[in-house]
């Protein structure tokens, strides 16, 4: 049977960002994540982990955000092999790193390896728009995730959907829920264009606050606070210890 043991709160956490399907927003969801949590505690315990030759959240955040820590491991073709244990070594020895968080943006593709190692992890932030194009890829990845689970007993990582470029003032996600209703799955709270974090950035490392795009700005420190309470405070680990989850709550809180 899964071992649904609430972990220890202070325990570091792992956090993928994932889909086999592209441009369903996973580096800007990681560049989100990474700012939005330095906001909540000390930057230097943060690491984000590109693993996406494109380098888009390391360009990004070493201008931005230099103070958070930042490892390129491209996992291409050529070197697969090697990132992916290095990523591998680095998730493992972060288990001993109290109050740490390692975000680990991957890339578009469907190497079982690479999801080998996706299931690894605490929890996975999975991207993805509404439409059928991105939503029916989505939903093979998150089979694959499951039977990942189901193979090694296991009921982590949790898996929370992430609905991107969702119209202001959009409350139905009932598409969505019938989707993925027989899935072990989280729907996290609506963004309205993860694009838009690329609107906050000029050149040079500016607060939030001086930024003029607040529907923006309100949905990445929503989705900040989301990640604290339900994934850092071990929220959700409550949720599945007391068998209180129905099969997807839409949107969580």
Known sequence: MPNNKVKNLNNAKSIFVANVKGGVGKSTLSIMLARALAEK????????IDTDLQRTATEFLSKSNPEIN?????????????????????IKQNEFRPGHVAIVDTPAGSSQRLWNLVAEGYCVLIPTTLSNADLLPTENFIRSMDKVKARYAKSYPHLIVCPNKIPFGQKDFSIMAERLKNHDVVIGPALRDLASVRHFYNGKAEK???????????????????????????????IYSQNETRKNVVPIR
Do not use: Y
């Open 41 to 48: 505690m000390p930057p230097q315990n943060i690491t984000l």
């Open 70 to 90: 930042i490892e390129f491991l491209p996992i291409t073709p050529a070197f697969e092999n090697t990132n992916i244990s290095l990523v591998q070594q680095f």
């Open 208 to 238: 939030w606050e001086n930024k003029s795009d607040l529907n923006a700005q309100s949905d990445f420190r929503q989705f900040g606070s989301f990640i604290e309470k339900f994934v850092l405070k071990g929220e959700l680990d409550k």
